[in-house]
């Protein structure tokens, strides 16, 4: 049997912590391979050993039956490996073509390059794949949607042997998954080896042939995706059987004015007419594709854009808010899409990271800290929010992702919110901290928060939402009620 | 995605579209424009100012600054800084002096092929520090700027060389052309073929592009297979070579060398590249630009001349002017990192 | 999870360790300078004790130590909110022309000496934080980049005193900063008291108020920051206020030491101040506070200036040893990084998914946006 690529015993370690142990990964020409795993789980590390970004501490590394001496990503993309980055690690500063254009100018190791060939090697990319883009366009000014396709096509130039795609379609429509499903079956009959990273098990059901389960950096089960049901697949992701079961409590708050109401609120080319209510005790939920405008309706309402129509109203009373400082204390906590980058700072101490936005509470009015103060409210955060450390002046790169963002959610809780927003809370986190950070929510709701929880997890949303939203260029799309929130339904409202 | 109707557009996108097509990739047009302004001003306020004679004046106070812009462009689109360049330039312009003299040779292409070698060998010192050590290049180049010039007064000398070499003397004597009462020297050309050199390989070569790719991305550049490291050594010791060069320019220009010069004129520089369109988070930036920056600050330091201004006030009105000019390219730098567009164009016409 | 509550003993015995080594880890680089403080002063105690360790010599750095380093401080607060400040030695010299000029313009409108000085130093810290409000607009509100910004205010500052001043020196200051430059108490001079106590007031502010603490999170984290409410513009600006009559103070112990400024002085400072700013542990990416490390910095490199004095080498030479050493803070973090690293991937401990890697300390924390 032959084999596309062929990782042998690959472990890799940062730090003193192991990433990756003794992993094996076999593909075969024309097969499309799952990498399946939670977050945290080792996939993008071995992604980044196999394509050359990070190199082993230990293992092999076959492809198309020669071995891989020094890794480099010149010579993985030399013997035909290409990978779509989840993050898709474009040049915001090129154009649409020349983006697409740069693989092959590596692998030719060409010195003078040509403007013309740039165009024509991506005019015919995008050609095969049936898709629109403005080839002049730079990177920076086009849409995450259009961003993730050029990165599609970038991998696509050349002749790939194996090709890794991390999370591809997290901003595509159904029209253009459709495009990339038919493009990867071309591949499949080229007899490439596809590797495939997805968190929607009905998309890996539907295009996989096998599946690889990592857990904790070790293969922990391997196997035709025949062989797999989607309980089986998720119990090998994560170790047990979750109960990921809806389990929401409808609270009665009579009359009370909701905690936040919208109406009509906008920001000029980004989204309008938008208007929604969250009750006292009540978990909504927002969804739609990334780059649909839903991190940007959050923005807004916190007021880090602040909107150019519409009213926002807290408790029933509506509020001026122009920047997230208003926001603040008007009573609104807002848990951002990327914590590593605006929601932690990393190389801080958790303690300080926990009052910084309430240093109201822990400085006298001159502005001076109480440092007595400071460290018991962040203890008491600490033991409440479950923070596995032993000393709270650690800095928050020393914690796991799930930590960390629960010190990104106890930094919020700390400022009494009356909404309290949060995007993607989950993304990065492993299990046990999903459901804990799930559990602190429904605790949230329960002493009359409201929430807004913005997500594209969808067993997520059907675990704690009372009610979902849909964002869709802009706009609102729809909602689903209590009683019809459920997985299939959300699914497929998505990607309409 | 979303290809705009053209008839559904408003007249002010049409305009914009139409602005952002011709202002040039960074802004050169807004620049060319302020250039033609001022010396509009300079025509109504002291017409008899505007002489051949002026304009070559800017051009001859022009030629160093843009050799030694070069080499600091290229940094700068990587997205770093670089503060050594005049050291390395009067050490390769004053050491070569020193070397001929000593060595009691003489000649007038060979002196420069040394003072490139040197600036070579000095640029190497910042690699390694960028490079290898990842060092914030600001505080590595301010550094290696006091070590090498330190070097050369303490080591190589401090004394003020009032006669070059015949050969080389001859060079700065021998000008191409005439403009008013001002010579043209004939270093114009080495100069303005490096600039446009330097335009191709930015361009035209990989080497050029990945130097653009770092400046925009450097973990992507990485991802993509270009060598992040090798790159930035090349782009160190290429920036040191046009620094020496430069500095033997400045010598050769001014027919005396003196280890004192051009160190403590970097702003003049790195304003001129700044202003030029190139953004000090990398990624953007053309020779182009750097060339109109450099003659913008030219023609303001040349028309306080003419106006008569007090030599006292020069300092400042440049800094003002400098500052001036980054800040406006600040904030279209800021301007283009709006968010896209997430709403389709045709329904927020209506 | 929910195995956090360990036996209690053994809780208690880990936080004690921990706490140990925060308290070590905080304090260890500024034990370390203190060291390397002690280690040149006995070098070139030995190499001519008669000479170093006399009264005189010790007086005389005491007495060059303050403005240097007080440039340095200013240059570290600017660290600490991710700048830098170029225009620091220029302001310094702006505030020194100011006093120099109303010492004389005082004595001449008849004013006593005290209302004189009172006025001078006043002016003086005015123009400072002028200087440094206007830096912190042009990089929080223009959106310049520091070094450019204050590349360009230090030139606009230092063309201001020269077309003030015509490029001439100003002579003199009234008698209680002449006394204050010159004098000592229990054989320390003044101006050496003054920087000590300049030193623990800046040290309190940026590690015991909110004000502190907004500015090491924005420095941090530009981003963090605005997430979390904090006005960027309103931290930087304050930042560069700060950093603005830090300089001015340095102007007024520079008048007050030579009773005379002109707007050339001291041009050589500025390389010298960043020097001590990153050799006493200011990161120049962003969040770290590190004054009394500068302060002690500030220390060593006037040991080290004095000594090579001693052993008559050039003044270009000591700038080659400040070069030296900038890069060598950074060459040594980095190499004792990779070493650290190496020894810990022998170790290898249990996988624990998610855990970052630990950044070198020197070296970027962030990527630029």
């Not at chain 2, 060389?161 to 270093?187: F, K």
């Not at chain 3, 130093?121 to 409000?133: H, N, P, Q, S």
């Not at chain 3, 920087?195 to 530009?222: H, P, Q, R, Y």
């Amino acid at each position: 049997m032959s084999f596309a690529l062929r990782a042998r015993g690959i472990s890799k370690s940062f730090g003193g912590v192991k990433a990756l142990t003794d992993v094996d990964l076999d593909v075969v020409p024309g097969e499309v391979l799952c990498l399946a795993g939670a977050n945290g789980s080792g996939k993008s590390t071995l992604i980044k050993i196999i394509s050359g970004v990070e190199t082993p501490d230990s293992g092999t590394i076959e492809i198309d039956g020669e071995e891989i001496v020094t890794s480099s990503v010149a010579a993985a993309v030399q013997r035909g490996v290409q990978v779509i980055f989840q993050d898709m690690s474009l040049f915001p500063n090129l154009t649409v073509a020349e983006n697409i254009a740069m693989s092959e100018r590596v692998k030719d190791g060409v010195k003078v390059i040509s403007g013309k060939r740039a165009r024509s090697l991506a005019k015919s990319v995008i050609e095969r794949l049936g898709i629109d883009l403005d080839l002049e366009a730079r990177v920076e000014n086009i849409s995450v949607a259009d961003r993730q396709l050029v990165a599609i096509c970038r991998a696509l130039a050349l002749d790939v042997k194996v090709l890794f795609m991390d999370e591809p379609t997290t901003a595509l429509t159904w029209h253009e998954i459709e495009s990339l499903r038919q493009v990867v079956e071309q591949l499949k009959k080229e007899q490439v080896g596809i590797v495939f990273v997805s968190h929607k098990t009905e998309e890996v059901f539907a295009m996989s042939d096998r599946i690889v389960v990592l857990r904790n950096g070790v293969v922990v089960r391997t196997g035709a995706t025949a062989d797999f049901t989607e309980n089986s697949l998720v119990e090998a992701l994560v170790g047990y059987l979750p109960e990921d079961q809806r389990r929401v409590e409808i609270s009665d708050t009579g009359e009370e004015p909701p905690a936040l109401s919208v109406e009509g609120i906008g920001v000029e080319s980004l989204f309008a007419d938008v208007s929604f209510a969250v009750g006292r005790g009540e978990i909504v939920g927002l969804t739609g594709l990334l780059g649909s405008g839903r991190s940007e309706i959050a923005e807004a309402i916190f007021g880090k854009l602040p909107i150019d129509t519409g009213t926002i109203a807290v408790g029933g009373e509506t509020k001026t808010i122009r920047s997230v400082a208003d926001a603040i204390t008007a009573g609104i906590g807002y848990v951002p899409e990327d914590r590593l980058t605006q929601g932690v700072v990393l190389g801080q101490s958790i303690e300080r990271n926990l009052v910084s936005a309430a240093l109201g509470k822990v400085s006298s009015s001159a502005g001076v800290l109480k440092e007595r103060l400071l460290a018991e409210t962040s203890r008491a955060s600490v033991a409440e929010l479950q923070i596995k450390t032993d000393n709270a002046a650690l800095p928050v790169s020393s914690l796991s992702g799930g930590n960390q963002q629960r010190v990104v959610l106890g930094k919020w809780m700390l400022t009494d919110p009356k909404v309290l927003i949060l995007n993607g809370p989950t993304v990065g986190v492993d299990a046990g901290s999903k459901a804990t950070i799930l559990e602190i929510l429904r605790d949230a709701a329960r002493s009359g928060m409201g929430v807004l929880l913005i997500s594209d997890d969808v067993p997520e949303l059907v675990s704690v939402c009372h009610r979902v939203l849909f964002v869709r260029r802009g706009r609102l799309a729809g909602e689903l009620a209590h009683d019809e929130v459920a997985e299939p339904a959300i699914r497929e409202r998505l990607v309409r | 995605m979303s290809t705009a109707v053209a008839d559904s557009s408003t007249v002010r996108d049409r305009m914009s579209a139409l602005w952002r097509r011709y202002r040039g990739e960074n802004n050169e047009t807004t620049l060319l424009l302020l250039i033609l302004a001022l010396v509009g001003v300079m025509a109504i306020v002291e017409p008899s100012a505007i002489t051949l004679g002026f304009f070559g004046d800017i051009i001859r106070s022009g030629i160093v600054t843009l050799a030694l812009a070069l080499g600091l462009l290229m940094i700068i689109i990587s997205g770093g800084m670089d503060v050594s360049f005049p050291a390395i330039a009067i050490f390769a312009g004053y050491a070569t002096i020193t070397l001929m003299q000593s060595l009691g040779v003489d000649g007038a292409v060979w002196p420069f092929v040394v003072a490139v070698a040197m600036g070579l060998l000095l640029g190497s010192l910042n690699a390694v520090l960028v490079a290898r050590y990842k060092m914030e290049t600001l505080i590595a180049t301010l550094g290696t700027q006091v070590i090498i010039r330190g070097v050369l007064i303490a080591f190589i000398g401090s004394v003020y060389i009032s006669v070059l070499p015949a050969q080389l003397d001859a060079v700065g004597a021998t000008s191409i052309m005439q403009l008013g009462g001002t010579q043209v020297n004939v270093l114009v050309i080495p100069v303005l073929v490096l600039a446009g050199a330097l335009a191709w390989v930015l361009r035209r070569t990989m080497f050029g592009r990945s130097i653009y790719a770092i400046g925009g991305d450097k973990e992507s550049a990485k991802r993509v297979g270009i060598s992040v490291k090798k790159v930035q050594v090349a782009i160190y010791l290429v920036a040191g070579a046009l620094a020496g060069f430069g500095g033997m320019v400045h010598v050769v220009l001014s027919r005396h060398a003196s280890p004192f010069e051009i160190v403590g004129t970097e702003l003049n520089v790195i304003a001129a590249v700044v202003i030029g369109g190139a953004l000090d988070s990398g990624g953007r930036g053309s020779v182009r630009g750097t060339i109109l920056g450099v003659v913008l600050i030219s023609l303001v330091q040349n028309s306080l001349i003419r106006l008569g201004v007090s030599s006292y006030w020069h300092v400042f009105v440049v800094g003002l002017v400098v500052l001036a000019g980054v800040a406006i390219q600040a904030r279209s730098a800021a301007a283009t990192h709006r968010r896209t567009r997430i709403l389709e164009r045709l329904e927020t016409a209506a | 999870m929910t195995d956090m509550k360990t036996s209690s003993t053994a809780g208690l015995r880990a936080r004690a360790t921990s706490l140990w080594q925060g308290a070590t880890r905080h304090h260890a680089y500024d034990l370390g300078l203190l060291a390397l403080a002690l280690v040149v002063a006995v070098v070139f105690t030995l190499i001519n004790p008669s000479v170093y360790a006399s009264q005189l010599n010790v007086e005389s750095i005491a007495f060059s130590v303050p403005e240097v380093g007080l440039m340095a401080l200013a240059i570290s607060i600017a660290m600490t909110v991710a700048g830098i400040d170029l225009s620091t030695v220029a302001v310094a010299n702006l505030s020194a022309l100011f006093i120099a000029w109303y010492s004389a313009v005082g004595e001449a409108a008849g004013q006593g000496p005290i209302v004189s000085t009172l006025i001078a130093v006043a002016g003086a810290l005015v123009i400072g934080a002028v200087a440094g409000a206007v830096n912190g607009f042009v990089i929080s509100r223009l959106k310049v980049a520091p070094i450019l910004a204050t590349l360009a205010t230090m030139q606009i500052y230092t063309g201001l005193a020269i077309a003030l001043t015509r490029g001439e020196a100003a002579y003199g200051v009234t008698a209680p900063l002449s006394e204050f430059g010159m004098g000592d108490l229990l054989g320390v001079p003044y101006v050496f008291w003054f920087f000590v106590l300049v030193v623990v007031v800046v040290w309190a502010i940026m590690t015991k108020t909110t004000f502190g603490l907004k500015a090491t999170l924005t420095g941090a984290s530009k981003v963090v920051s605005e997430f979390t409410g904090y006005s960027y513009s309103g931290v930087i600006v304050r930042a560069y206020v700060l950093t603005g009559v830090i300089s001015a103070l340095a102007g007024l112990v520079m008048v007050s030491r030579t009773a005379s400024a002109s707007a050339g002085y001291g041009s050589s400072y500025l390389m010298l101040a960043i020097t001590i700013a990153v050799l006493g542990g200011a990161n120049p990416f962003g969040g770290r506070v590190a004054i009394t490390g500068a302060a002690l910095a500030a220390v060593v490199l006037q040991l080290i200036s004095s000594g090579l004095n001693m052993v008559d080498v050039s003044a270009y030479i000591y700038q080659i040893v400040q070069g030296a050493i900038l890069a060598g803070v950074f060459v040594v973090t980095f190499e004792r990084q990779r070493l650290l690293q190496r020894l810990a991937r022998r170790r290898t401990a249990p996988p624990e998914p998610g855990a970052p890697q630990p950044a070198p300390s020197v070296v970027r924390e962030k990527e630029p946006a």
